[in-house]
Each structure stands twice: as structure tokens, then as C-alpha cells.
């Protein structure tokens, strides 16, 4: 079965820091990824998703990052944290891009002081 | 852009009764997927149900139902016999093309 992990869990840094999150999928071969942030209170915004090694495409302009080195791992980074990067970052995998459920990983809790 | 609309922030129901969560969206397209997510205080998103808009029967797993009108463009949940469980906030979603699009969420309550 599949299997989705993120880390770290939970994650305090100043402003201006840099930001290296990581998810990892096991279990399937080319998944489609998917970086999402939830802000207090609200619902998922996507931010990134890729559907192959070295491939992304961003939905919302912003100071981070995303990079997928291996097809099953993602990161999300930032070079300078702002104070609005503090949210709940979650990431997901789906089978086939267009028609598939996207399952979710269990998230970083980010908090920029 | 697809928009998605739950009207209900919040929402509570005494244990083993019946509650309705609603959800509609905007969209110009025809085929298309909708979503409805459940997140408990543990935050991980855990899929509820599933519905392919091009299917005219409603989807049904085990307590939870949806009422799909294509034509209204509402997605409303049934839950039934809730539990303690249950107390989540529950996220309404539309996908088309891996663009998922979410509602701001109904916070329930299954009260004992």
C-alpha cells in the first residue's frame, strides 16, 4: 500500500530564515505530487504540483520554492521565510493526473516569529 | 476560476443523528470531480467521498452520502447514525485537470 510522509512535523523560524520542507511517497512509481497550504482557519491553497521528475508548476506567486529531485520525493523551500509563510503545509500524491484522488500526507505546522 | 461555497462555518448534531453539509461550486465545465474531505484535530486530510460528474448516481460510503445536483451545481454530505467520531472540520472539493479547489470548511460537532 501507499504510503505518504512529511517532515518535519512541526517547525518554528525566524524571519528571514530559510525553509526546507520535505515530503516522500512510497509504495507507487511516478506519482503526481501536490504542495498545499492551509492558513488558520481556511481552507487548502495549491501552491505547487509536479507530475514528473524535475517538472513543476506553480499556482501562486509567492517567495517559495519547489523542487522534486527523485520521482518520489518533493520539497518545498524558501530562500528568506516572511512572516505570512506561517500555515499548515500539506502535501499530496495521486496516480493519475486529471482523474485521481489526491491523499494527503499528515502536514508541517510552520510558525514564522 | 472554479469557486467552491460552504455556507456553513459551523455546525453540531447530537450523536446517532443525521446532519447535512453543504457545498456548492461555479464552473463552466462539464466533466469534473468532486471531493468531500474530512480534517479532525490531527489535521491530516482523510478523503470521505468521491464523485464523478458524470455520473448520475450518488455516491455512497457506508454513513456518508451525497446529494449531487449537477444542474444546481450543489455537493451537499449526509452523515448518518454520526459519532463522537465525527467531530471534524470537513472540506468540500472540485478537481478538474489536478487543480483542486477547496471551501473554507464546516466545522462539525457530534455532541454525546
Known amino acids: 500500500s501507499q504510503t505518504i510522509h512529511q517532515w518535519p512535523a512541526t517547525l518554528v523560524q525566524p524571519v528571514g530564515s530559510p525553509l526546507s520542507l520535505e515530503c516522500t511517497v512510497e509504495?507507487?512509481?511516478?506519482?503526481?505530487l501536490y504542495w498545499y497550504r492551509q492558513a488558520a482557519g481556511r481552507g487548502l491553497q495549491l501552491l505547487f504540483y509536479?507530475?514528473?521528475?524535475?517538472?513543476i508548476s506553480s499556482e501562486v506567486p509567492q517567495n517559495l520554492s519547489a523542487s522534486r529531485p527523485q520521482d518520489r520525493q518533493f520539497i518545498l523551500s524558501s530562500k528568506k521565510l516572511l512572516l505570512s509563510d506561517s500555515g499548515f503545509y500539506l502535501c499530496a500524491w495521486s496516480l493519475l493526473a486529471g482523474t485521481d484522488t489526491q491523499y494527503f500526507g499528515p502536514g508541517t505546522r510552520l510558525t514564522v516569529l | 476560476a472554479q469557486t467552491v461555497t460552504q455556507s456553513q462555518p459551523e455546525m453540531s448534531v447530537q450523536e446517532a443523528e443525521t446532519v447535512t453539509l453543504s457545498c456548492t461550486y461555479d464552473t463552466s465545465e462539464n466533466n469534473y470531480y468532486l471531493f468531500w474531505y474530512k480534517q479532525p484535530p490531527s489535521r491530516q486530510m482523510i478523503l470521505v467521498i468521491r464523485q464523478e460528474a458524470y455520473k448520475q448516481q450518488n455516491a455512497t460510503e457506508n454513513r456518508f452520502s451525497v446529494n449531487f445536483q449537477k444542474a444546481a451545481k450543489s455537493f451537499s454530505l449526509k452523515i448518518s447514525d454520526s459519532q463522537l467520531g465525527d467531530t471534524a472540520m470537513y472540506f468540500c472539493a472540485f478537481m478538474k485537470n489536478s487543480d483542486m479547489r477547496f471551501g473554507a470548511g464546516t466545522r462539525l460537532t457530534v455532541k454525546p
Open positions: 509504495g507507487t512509481s511516478n506519482p503526481n
Open positions: 509536479s507530475v514528473g521528475i524535475g517538472q
